[in-house]
């Protein structure tokens, strides 16, 4: 096929923090120059990290420093780059790149934003579509207002296990706790319950701007000597591969790639009832539930999931099958490329 041909694809992310979108835009970045029928360009707020992970498998990738809306250079950049690629469809990531769009029938382009969170919808005003990684979403985002067609649902995919192994120094068990250090994550909940658990030790993997609270309340709680923090990696299956449990205590939780993760590597889960863990974990058949900030409702959880080992071998089996059903690489990228293909009006190659 020639390139002139293949559907052009311009993906854009304004964030420069690791978080779970960011790392979700890296895997449909990876994915989509894997297409055949596909030719993509990226543009990213400049950050060496991100673009050393996408530099060896993406082609063409433009970084922009000072990714502000106030930043006339980023405006005259963007317009540059829709200019000389002139893509038929583009791919916005939260608000800093939504707001940042030009007009599609500027460069008769096709826009769709793509909201992991509860965002402000004016950011979004020059997209033609928008993309949603929860049905809640969705549902938030035509109650504003937006055409319920025009509001396309598609979850989150994560990678495939890596099957390493980080070396694992005790006898306990390990409960894995993955994410950002932030309030809505509930990290804190999970920290004062470990005052009640001695055969587990927790391993903390991400960083923020509560590592301050977390160590006062390790110090408080007297829990040193096992709890565990570990900075973000690329290959989270080492940590996953060794651990017997993971728990997402979030307070808040869009969507709960974390979960996807344990699913993935066969480990059990324990979430709190709230947002997209509330939709996607079904009570003892895929995970365990517990009430949203109830340290001890997660207790009697913790406790109840080792003390069943066929409810244990049962939600591990069905977890597992739920994410080769509904969350593989493969199937959500057909459901992207195929979304693209029916907006811009082109058949599917």
Partial sequence: MATNNKLKILNILG???????EKFFERISLSLEKE???EQEVIIRKNQNRYNRLRDKVKNIHQIKFFYFFNPFCHKKINEIFQNFKPNVVLTWMNRASRLLPNSEKFNSINIGRLGGYYKIKNYVNCNYLITNTPDLKNFIVKTGWDPTKVEFIPNFVNENSKNKLRKNTEKKIIICLGRFHRNKGIDIL????????????????????????????????IKEKVFFY???DDISQFLNVSDLLICPSRHEPFGNVIVEAWAHKIPVIVS????????VKHKINGLKFKNEDMFDLLKHIKLLFSKP?????IIQNGFNEFKKNYSENLIIKKYINFFYKVSNRCVE
Avoid at 15 to 21: I, L
Avoid at 193 to 213: H, N, P, Q, R
Avoid at 310 to 314: D, I, T, V, W
């Fill in 15 to 21: 964030g420069a923090r690791e978080g779970g979108a």
């Fill in 231 to 233: 900075e973000w990696t």
């Fill in 36 to 38: 055949f029928g596909i």
């Fill in 191 to 222: 920290l004062k319950a470990m005052t009640y658990i001695s055969e587990f030790d927790l391993w903390i993997v991400g960083s923020g701007e509560e590592k301050e609270l977390y160590d006062e309340i390790i110090l408080k709680y007297k």
């Fill in 273 to 280: 009832d709230t947002g997209g863990p509330k939709v996607m």
């Fill in 310 to 314: 066929n409810l244990k071998k049962k």
